[in-house]
C-alpha cells in the first residue's frame, strides 16, 4: 500500500463513518424502544415469552446479508430504509432476552414483597424489575451494539452507505487500505459505543447523575461531531441539481459510476454515487427512482428481467430490452456504451494447450475430469443452463467463489476452468485464454446505460451522458479494470483518466 | 377488626390448603397462627390481602369485604411483614420504608417525617440509617426496617408471617419485645404466623393452633395450657413447659446438660 492510496481512501472515511454511526444508533435506539415494550409484554405474561424470544432467535439465525437482503423485496424499496429495519430486527433477540430473562429471575421474595406493599404489575416491572436487572439488560444492550456496528457494513449493498462501502469495494478491487479503514472505522465505533453505554450503565449503578449527564452529552456530542460530515445532505444542503448513480458490486460498475459521475460533475450536476448494490436491487431501485442512472448489461436485463431463455443477435437483444424497459418500467435505455462484458469460460493458457482445448466444444469432451468454478451467481444463471445444455457440459466438479477469488483460484489450479468475464484485466493478467463458443450459446452482455423516468425527463442530464454512448470499447474497459484491480490505483483516478481518454467534447 | 369465615384454599393441583377456616380479631388484639409448615398458616395470611385469593368463603378487614376491593388498594392499607423480608435492594432504608405511602400519594414532607419517626420506633436512628442500602445492614435490622415499611401507611392492620423466624435467638428477643412496645403505643391488630411456641405465647393475646388447614383450637395462652383440646395441641405446649424446666434444672445443677427427653 502507498500513502497516495490512504488518502485517496480517507477523502471517503468521514462520509462513510456519517453514515455508519446514523444507521448503528438509530437501529440500536429504535431497537431498545422495540424491545423494552415487549420484553414487558413477556414478563407479564411468561406464557408469551417462549414464542417470543423463539421468533427473535430465528431472526437470528437468518445470516446478516440475506436478513438485508430480503428486506429489499418486502419493503419494496432500497436505501437507509431496509438496512434499518433489518438492524432493527437484528438488534432486538439480545436486548429482548437479556430484558425477560433479567426481570424473571429477580429474587422472589423481592416480588412478593413489591406486591404486599400495593405496587401494581406495571410499578412492579418499573420500580423492581427493571433496576434490578439493569446490569442484565445493559449487558444485552451492549452485546446488540456491537452486532450492530458489525452488520452495518453489510448494508451497503441495499444501498444504504456505511463502512462497509469500504469492505465491499476494497474487496472487489483489491485494495487492502480500503477494507482496513472500513473494518478499523467499525472497531473505532465498537468500541466507542461498548464504552459509552458501560459509562451509562456504571452511572446508573452508583445512581451517579453527574457521570450519566456527562456520558449523554458524551454520547450526544459524539453523534453529532460524527455525523456533521453529511449534515448538508440531511439538510437538503448543495444548491446544485442533484443525481444519483447506482453501482453493483464489481470494480467495472465503481469505474462505470465514477465515469458517469465525472461527466454529470462537469455539466454542472451534482452526483451522488450508491455503489454496491445487489445485481437485483440495483435495477428496482432504477425502477423505483431511487437511483437515476447506472449501466446495466443487455444480456442481464434480457435474462433477469425479460426471461427469455434463448439466445439472440447483439442488436436484437438491445432493440427489445429497449422497447420492453420503457413499456414496462419507464426506464429509458440510453444506448449501449461500446463494450461487452460476456460470461465466457477462461483457463491457464498452459492447462488449455496440454489438454488441447480452445472452444466449448473442446471442453464439454474433457468436462466430466475438470472442474469448473463461477460466481456466486453463475451456476443458479440461464447463460450456464444454455451452455450447459447447447454442450452437454458435465463437470466432475462445480465450485462457487466471490468472484474476485475466481481468478486466482484458476491460475493457482485449484479449478481447471470459470466464468470469467470478458473485459476483465486479470484475463490478460494471469494469462488465460478465453474459450470460443462456436454454438453462439452464451448472449451478448453489452454495456447500456438506463436512466429513471425522471432522469430521462430532464433533457440537460440526458445531454450530457448521451456523448458516453459508443465512446467505450472492449480494450479501453479491460485496460481501465486491470488498472485498478492489479495496479491498485484508486478508481476516481481510473475513471477520470478514462473519461479523458474518451475524447468526449466538454462543455 | 379482622373476619374471617368459612374460608378455603384449593390449588391448582387439587391440595387443599386451608379447609373453612373462621377467625375473628378484635381491634387491638394480637393472634398468632401456630403449627409445623405446611399446616396452611402462611396461605391464611396471604389470603387476608389478597395475595392469594381465597377459594370460598369471605373476608372482612374493618367491616368491609375484601373480594370486592381492588387488591392493590386493600395492600396499601394492610401492614405485611414477610419471612424473607423482601427488602428492596436498590432503594435506601428510607425509600423502602417509605414504599406504601409513596404509592399513596403522600406528599414528600409528611413521608420524610413519618419514615423518621418510625425508623426512631424500631431502634435505627434515622441520621445514621436513613441512607443506607439493605446489604450495609444486618439481619435483625433489615427486619426492623421491614417492620417499619408495614406500618408505614399507618395501617392499623399487621399480618407477620415468621417475621423473626431467621434471626438469632438474641436479635430475635430484642425485636418481640420492641413489637409488643409499638403494638400498644399504636394500637395495631396483629395477626402473626410463626411455627414457634415460645414466640406465640411471649406475642399472642390468643393462639389459633392450625394442623392440615384448620383450626384445631383457638384460645389464650391461658387457657390453652388449661385446657389442651386434643393430644396434639397438649404436647406442642408442653415442650417449651418441659425445656425450661430443664433449663431451671440445669442451672441448679441436678441434670446434666445434653438431656435425654426431647420429643
Known amino acids: ?507 | 377488626m379482622l373476619s374471617l369465615r368459612e374460608v378455603s384454599k384449593t390449588y391448582p393441583g387439587g391440595q387443599l390448603a386451608v379447609d373453612r377456616l373462621s377467625l375473628e380479631l378484635a381491634a387491638g388484639e394480637t393472634v398468632v397462627l401456630l403449627g409445623a409448615s405446611g399446616c396452611g398458616k402462611t396461605t391464611t395470611l396471604k389470603m387476608i390481602n389478597r395475595l392469594v385469593e381465597a377459594t370460598s368463603g369471605e373476608i372482612l378487614v374493618d367491616g368491609r369485604a375484601t373480594k370486592g376491593m381492588d387488591p392493590v388498594l386493600l395492600r396499601r392499607g394492610i401492614g405485611y411483614v414477610f419471612q424473607g423480608i423482601g427488602l428492596f435492594p436498590h432503594w435506601t432504608v428510607a425509600d423502602n420504608v417509605a414504599s406504601t405511602p409513596r404509592l399513596l400519594g403522600w406528599e414528600e414532607g409528611r413521608i420524610r417525617a413519618r419514615v423518621d419517626e418510625l425508623l426512631e420506633r424500631v431502634g435505627l436512628p434515622p441520621e445514621n440509617y436513613r441512607e443506607r442500602r439493605p446489604d450495609e445492614l444486618s439481619g435483625g435490622q433489615q427486619q426492623r426496617v421491614g417492620v417499619a415499611r408495614a406500618l408505614a401507611a399507618e395501617a392499623k392492620v399487621l399480618l407477620m408471617d415468621e417475621p423473626f423466624g431467621a434471626l438469632d435467638p438474641v436479635t430475635r428477643d430484642g425485636l418481640q419485645r420492641e413489637l409488643i412496645r409499638v403494638r400498644e403505643q399504636l394500637g395495631l391488630t396483629i395477626l402473626l404466623v410463626t411455627h414457634d411456641v415460645t414466640e406465640a405465647l411471649l406475642l399472642a393475646d390468643r393462639i389459633a393452633v392450625m394442623d392440615h388447614g384448620r383450626i384445631e383450637q383457638i384460645a389464650s395462652p391461658t387457657e390453652l395450657f388449661a385446657s389442651p383440646a386434643n393430644e396434639h395441641v397438649e404436647r406442642l405446649l408442653d415442650m417449651p413447659r418441659r425445656q425450661s424446666e430443664r433449663i431451671q434444672n440445669i442451672l441448679r445443677g441436678t441434670d446434666p446438660p445434653g438431656g435425654r427427653d426431647d420429643s
Open chain 1, 1 to 507: 500500500m502507498n500513502s497516495a492510496q490512504l488518502e485517496n481512501q480517507l477523502a471517503y472515511f468521514p462520509g462513510y463513518f456519517a453514515n455508519h454511526v446514523l444507521l448503528t444508533v438509530g437501529a440500536l435506539v429504535l431497537g431498545i424502544a422495540l424491545s423494552l415494550p415487549l420484553a414487558a409484554v413477556a414478563i407479564r405474561r411468561p406464557g408469551l415469552a417462549g414464542p417470543l424470544l423463539g421468533v427473535a432467535s430465528v431472526v437470528q439465525t437468518i445470516p446478516g446479508l440475506a436478513l438485508l437482503a430480503l428486506m429489499v423485496p418486502l419493503l419494496g424499496r432500497i436505501g437507509v430504509v431496509p438496512a434499518l429495519v433489518a438492524l432493527v430486527l437484528y438488534s432486538m433477540l439480545p436486548i429482548l432476552r437479556n430484558t425477560v430473562t433479567g426481570a424473571l429471575e429477580v429474587d422472589a421474595n423481592v416480588i412478593e414483597a413489591a406486591r404486599g406493599v400495593g405496587m401494581t404489575d406495571d410499578q412492579i416491572l418499573l420500580r423492581i424489575r427493571f433496576p434490578l436487572s439493569a446490569p442484565v439488560i445493559v449487558a444485552g444492550i451492549r452485546t446488540a451494539a456491537v452486532w450492530t456496528v458489525g452488520m452495518a457494513t453489510l448494508s451497503t449493498p441495499v444501498g444504504a452507505t456505511s463502512l462497509g462501502n469500504f469492505i465491499f469495494s476494497g474487496l472487489q478491487t483489491q485494495n487492502t487500505v480500503a477494507v482496513l479503514l472500513g473494518c478499523l472505522g467499525a472497531a473505532i465505533l465498537a468500541i466507542a459505543l461498548d464504552g459509552l453505554i458501560r459509562m451509562a450503565e456504571l452511572a446508573a449503578a452508583r445512581r451517579d447523575a453527574r457521570l450519566a449527564w456527562t456520558s449523554l452529552a458524551l454520547f450526544i456530542a459524539a453523534v453529532v461531531l460524527a455525523t456533521t460530515p453529511i449534515a448538508g445532505n440531511l439538510l437538503g444542503g448543495s444548491q446544485r441539481p442533484r443525481v444519483n448513480v447506482g453501482a453493483k458490486t464489481f470494480t467495472e460498475q465503481y469505474i462505470l459510476a465514477e465515469l458517469i459521475a465525472d461527466r454529470l460533475e462537469t455539466a454542472g450536476f451534482e452526483a451522488t454515487i450508491r455503489d454496491g448494490l445487489g445485481s437485483t436491487v440495483v435495477f428496482q431501485a432504477l425502477a423505483h427512482e431511487e437511483i437515476d442512472v447506472y449501466v446495466d448489461y443487455s444480456g442481464t436485463i434480457w435474462a433477469n428481467q425479460l426471461k427469455r431463455k434463448e439466445t439472440a443477435s447483439a442488436q436484437r437483444v438491445l432493440a427489445e430490452i429497449k422497447t420492453w424497459l420503457l413499456a414496462e418500467h419507464q426506464i429509458l435505455s440510453l444506448g449501449a456504451l461500446g463494450f461487452e462484458n460476456a460470461y465466457a469460460f477462461a483457463m491457464r493458457r498452459d492447462r488449455a494447450e496440454a489438454l488441447g482445448i480452445e472452444t466449448l466444444l473442446d471442453l464439454a469432451l474433457h468436462a466430466s475430469s475438470l472442474s469448473v468454478g463461477g460466481d456466486y451467481e453463475f451456476f443458479s444463471r440461464p447463460e450456464w443452463i444454455a451452455v450447459r445444455d447447447a454442450y452437454g457440459m458435465k463437470f466432475a466438479e462445480q465450485r462457487s467463489f466471490d468472484s474476485t477469488l475466481m481468478y486466482t483460484a484458476v491460475s493457482e489450479g485449484h479449478v481447471d476452468v470459470i466464468s470469467a468475464f470478458s473485459t476483465d484485466g486479470r484475463i490478460a493478467a494471469f494469462d488465460l485464454v478465453v474459450l470460443d463458443d462456436p454454438r453462439e450459446s452464451l448472449p451478448p452482455y453489452d454495456g447500456v446505460l438506463l436512466l429513471s423516468r425522471s432522469a430521462a425527463a430532464r433533457p440537460d442530464l440526458v445531454n450530457a451522458l448521451r456523448p458516453l454512448i459508443g465512446s467505450l470499447d472492449d480494450r479501453a474497459m479491460r485496460e481501465a479494470n486491470r488498472r485498478v484491480d492489479l495496479d491498485h490505483r484508486p478508481v476516481d483516478e481510473v475513471a477520470h483518466e478514462l473519461s479523458r481518454g474518451l475524447a468526449i467534447p466538454r462543455r
